[in-house]
């Protein structure tokens, strides 16, 4: 079988388990669109703070905070579905499968980007219904989706790494608290002058730093806000590195059989 | 009786003999806490924010996130035992059937104590004060182990009705909408849009009232901060009791 049909079978397999389990969609589509209205709506009044930026809706300023952790969410079941077959043998039905080892983490990852685009897509629409303004328009909607798809990326094949070196569902689901630890340590919900001062200098540090301020440059229309090119980059470099990571660890893995 | 408390030394056993299987539920409270106060502790700027140290104003909110939570795994491990059929045979025990479910509540109330526990002592060496000396505390622990309790009670509710550990997300996201549809960020005066008009009629409002009062300045322990959270976890113990009640009776038939 070809990569490209491998990958792009494996893909569409991660997609269904998604879809046809219900109780996944609740943590990657219902949960941050939850703290989105809750946030939103709880702590809008901190726009009348000073050094916050002049911005139409503060529902659109915090977006961007709820797609990141989109991205998260969606990297993390990756993960977790590639613990899940490894731990149930699926996994090594595949391994058997005349296929090139690398595209059984590339179609993971392949299922990861569809769903963050979907997911992303969903979280916009829902917002643009309740009130968000997008002024960057629809090249901004398209920077946002493609910006976001990639984030996905590096964080499924962060979770897909962990998940070929344990092998194990538990330690997959408890990763939880520590992923958001990275959306916590961004500006994902304010802006990163008015963070205390240790997380402004830890979120320095944060790769989610810098495509959080991508995606709110790119759907408010301004590079006050941001940098959409430092976003794609910073994007694009950790997409690659993780990547390389997860095939490493899966390549661990086969020696070990 | 006996039956109650050797079911609550089952569930404890549960946590003494998994290895980590309280770290999920203690950290991602602690994680949540110092995230949300890394965002929004400049929000103490605003005009009518009680206290100036935001860590203060949510080391309680935390607290009972994490009370909650343990309190939601009783329903996914009643779902567990219902799937692998063992709740099947305590059911034809001789045994009155709210017995079975009061061993695991006790053991959940018992397992609480660790979040609430490890989340306030972050809190405080990061900087939370206990203002409210000890009557806070005490406020702040009984707001959390009968917290802990209904969200026990509305997970044995979901669990007894889906039948299986599917439900577990829905479990878990029914407490974590109680916690933050209330003055969970900020308090009620601040409060904008829709979130404004339903917090006051969300129980866990008062009940985080009452738990404030052990580090909020402005929320001194009293009888006036106290008692409504006192009637809110009566009423919500109540009714998810009775919810809860109506699910085991419909068990097995």
């Known amino acids: ?257 | 009786m006996s039956v109650a408390v050797t079911l609550w030394r089952r569930s404890l056993n549960e946590v003494l003999r998994v290895r980590g299987a309280l770290l999920p539920a203690t950290i991602a409270p602690v994680v949540f806490m110092l995230g949300i106060t890394g965002q929004f502790g400049r929000l103490t700027g605003l005009e009518g924010f009680p206290t100036d140290s935001y860590i203060s104003w949510i080391v309680p909110l935390s607290c009972l996130q994490g009370a909650g939570f343990a309190g939601a795994a009783t329903g996914s491990n009643l779902a567990r035992d219902i799937e692998q059929g063992w709740f099947d045979r305590l059911l034809v025990a001789p045994v009155a059937r709210p017995l079975l479910v009061v061993g695991p509540i006790l053991g959940a109330i018992t397992r609480s104590l660790v979040p609430a526990t490890v989340v306030l002592v972050v809190g405080l060496l990061i900087g939370a004060n206990l203002t409210g000396g000890v009557f806070g505390l005490l406020a702040l622990y009984f707001a959390c182990a009968a917290f802990c309790a209904c969200a026990a009670l509305w997970g044995i509710f979901m669990a007894v009705t889906f039948r299986t550990q599917q439900a577990g997300p829905l479990m878990q996201q029914g407490v974590f909408l109680a916690v933050f549809l209330s003055t969970a960020y900020t308090p009620e005066v601040l409060l904008q849009g829709w979130l404004a008009v339903v917090a006051p009629y969300n129980p866990v409002t008062y009940v985080l009232e009452m738990a404030r009062q052990a580090t909020v300045v402005g929320l001194e322990p009293s009888l006036e901060h106290t008692l409504p959270g006192l009637a809110a976890l009566a009423g919500l113990a109540a009714f998810l009791g009775a919810l809860a009640m109506f699910g085991l009776r419909r068990m097995g038939h």
Do not use: C
Not at chain 1, 136 to 160: Q, Y
Not at chain 1, 203 to 211: D, G, R
């Open chain 1, 1 to 257: 079988m070809k990569s490209h049909l491998a990958v792009a079978a494996l893909g569409r397999r991660s997609l269904s388990v998604q879809f046809r389990r219900a109780q996944l969609l609740m943590p990657t589509f219902v949960l941050p669109l939850m703290l989105l209205a809750v946030i939103a709506s709880g702590t809008s009044a901190a726009q009348s703070l000073q050094g916050f930026p002049d911005v139409e809706s503060y529902l659109a300023f915090v977006v961007p905070g709820t797609i990141i952790q989109g991205t998260i969410l969606a990297g993390l079941t990756a993960g977790i579905a590639m613990a899940s077959d490894i731990e149930f043998g699926f996994f090594d039905r595949l391994l058997a499968a005349p296929v090139r080892r690398t595209s059984l983490v590339l179609g993971r990852l392949a299922g990861t980007l569809v769903l963050s685009l979907l997911q992303t897509t969903f979280f916009l629409v829902v917002s643009l219904l309740f009130g968000a303004g997008y002024p960057g328009g629809v090249p901004g909607v398209l920077g946002t989706l493609v910006l976001a798809a990639i984030t996905a990326v590096a964080m499924g094949a962060v979770s897909s790494a962990i998940a070929l070196r344990t092998g194990s569902l538990s330690l997959l689901q408890s990763l939880f608290p520590f992923m958001f630890v990275m959306l916590f340590t961004a500006p994902a919900f304010f802006p990163q002058e008015l963070l205390t001062p240790l997380l402004r200098d830890i979120s320095v540090y944060n790769p989610l730093t810098y495509v959080v301020e991508g995606v709110r440059a790119l759907l408010g229309g301004t590079d006050q806000l941001g940098s959409p090119a430092i976003g794609f980059a910073t994007a694009i470099g950790l997409a690659i590195a993780t990547t390389v990571l997860a095939t490493g660890a899966l390549e661990q893995r086969l020696r070990k059989l």
